[in-house]
Structure formats: C-alpha cells, structure tokens
C-alpha cells in the first residue's frame, strides 16, 4: 500500500513539527487534536517554521505555501480513517494514549499502522491495548523535529517486520536516519542520557561544582554543544523526573534513582526554561 495521508493524533511541541516534515516531504497530512486552540496554534508555529526556511532560501515561497496547504487540522477523530498511516504525539500519559489508540483501532483500516511517538512508555503494552499489535511501533522523533535528524524506530515484542520496514522507509522519506531500537525501558535515548543529565544533578547537590562549571566541563571537554543542566532546564525539569521515575521502576536498578535535588526543584516548581527557572534563570 502506497502511503499518501499521514494521520499526526497530538499537535503540541513534537506533532506540529511531525505535521511538517511529513508535509514538507510531500504527504498529505490530518492533525488532530481536542480544542481548536491547539490547532490554531500549531498551524501558526509550522507557518513561521516554514516562512524561516523560505527566508534562508532553502525552500521557495511556491513550496511553503503548497507544504502549508497539505495540512488539514481536525477536531473529530472520525477523518482519521482516511489515512494510510497514523503517529500519534499526544500527552505523555498511558491513559490518554490507551484511549487514544482504543479509538484509531476502530476508526483506522485494519491494515494501517499506528506508530506512537512516546518518550518513554513501553510499545509492547501500548501494541497490546489494540487488535493489531503486529502494527504498532515506536516513531521516537526528537525534538525540534525539523532539525534532529534522528528517529529512533522502536520494536515491541508483537511488532511485525513489515511494520518495522514501512516505517524504516517513511522516516527515510523524510530525509530522517532511523536507528533501530528494541523495546525497553528510555529505548536507548533516554536510557543514556538522563542517568548523565541525573548524575550530572548529584555532583550539583553534592557541592562537586556549580551547574556552570558542570556544563562548561561538557562543553569544552566533551565538544557537547550544551551543559547536562542547561539541556535539562530546556527538556523540563518535570519530564527528566518523570524519565527518571520510569527507568527506575522499569529496570529497578538503584543506579537510575532520581536526584533529590531534581524532585525539590519540581516540587517547588522550577521546571527549567519553560517555568522561568531551573538550573538557571530565565
Ligand atoms: N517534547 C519533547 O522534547 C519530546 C521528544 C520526543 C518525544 N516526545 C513525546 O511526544 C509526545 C508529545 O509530547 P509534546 O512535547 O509534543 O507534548 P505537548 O504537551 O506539547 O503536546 C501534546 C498535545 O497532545 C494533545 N492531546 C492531549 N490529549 C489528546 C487526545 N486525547 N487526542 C488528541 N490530542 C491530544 C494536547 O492537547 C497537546 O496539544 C509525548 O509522548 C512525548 O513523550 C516529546
């Protein structure tokens, strides 16, 4: 089956950048979410991505205007059901996306894959809560997803290998590398570098050094193009908890315990760059 309209379930952060490289590669595409507001200003974020890239000359305005019209934002789930392929990007929580799947199991053709673009929750579960587990993948964009060239393509144990080689080629298609990653808890990302960002807290807490001196030792030393504090400020200090939280119950390792200082800080609202304060202020 030839893949022409891309179903994109969640249109915050990483489904609007989702929305535009597949319209940008040349797919139609249906981004749904549940107020208009979202759509709104999802639509507006891809606008000014895409008027950036005409700007720099690496797209002409025919070609913007024609990506920005292959996108068409919806409310209902019901037009889901003309798409050839569905990622849903919604709230990272195992609730929303069990309903959410629930419903693209009914509304999509049987045939059709459902890919998820989860950070952290297990493909394998998320297969089993639909009738067609053979079809359901991970498509781990990063974020922003117009420049990381990455996705990891995430193997549940149901998954099939003609799932994991559409989705090879789709990620391919949009001028992506796919890794291949098999399911388990913080896939490899994750798995890697939030015990770096973590321990990287413990030598803060622990008086080592500031975060500044921190960061300036990854910089320059390790040519990282940002500190471990400044990239967890910028990920949410919330969600590298919540990473942090999942390794831990996943693999029950001690070595993955969150950093105090980390849940002090959430707990006292500084989430990094997003809340105004963090590791740094904003
Ligand atoms: N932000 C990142 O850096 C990043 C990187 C990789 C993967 N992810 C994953 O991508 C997914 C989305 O994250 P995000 O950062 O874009 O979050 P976000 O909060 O920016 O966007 C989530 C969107 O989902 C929508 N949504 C919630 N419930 C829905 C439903 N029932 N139906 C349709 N839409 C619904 C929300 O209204 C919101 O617009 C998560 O699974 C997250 O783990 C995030």
Redesign the pocket.
Known sequence: MQIKRVGV???????NGIAQVFARAGYAVTL????QR?LDRALDTIAKNLGRETAKGKITAQQEAVALQRITPVLGRGKLAECDFIVE????KFE?KT??LHDLDRIARPEIILAS????ISITKLGAQTKRPELVIGM????PVPVMKLVEVIRGLATSQPTFETVRELATALSKTPVEVNDAPGFVSNRVLMPLLNEAMYAVMEGVATAEAVDEVFKLGMAHPMGPLTLADF?GLD?CLDIMRGLYAGLGDPKYRPCPLLSRMVDAGWLGRKSGRGFYQY
Do not use: L, Q
């Open positions: 379930v969640g249109a915050g952060t990483m489904g749904c979410d549940i107020e979202f990007a919604a709230t990272e929303i309903e959410i673009n989860t950070s952290s781990h964009f990063f974020n990920i969600v």
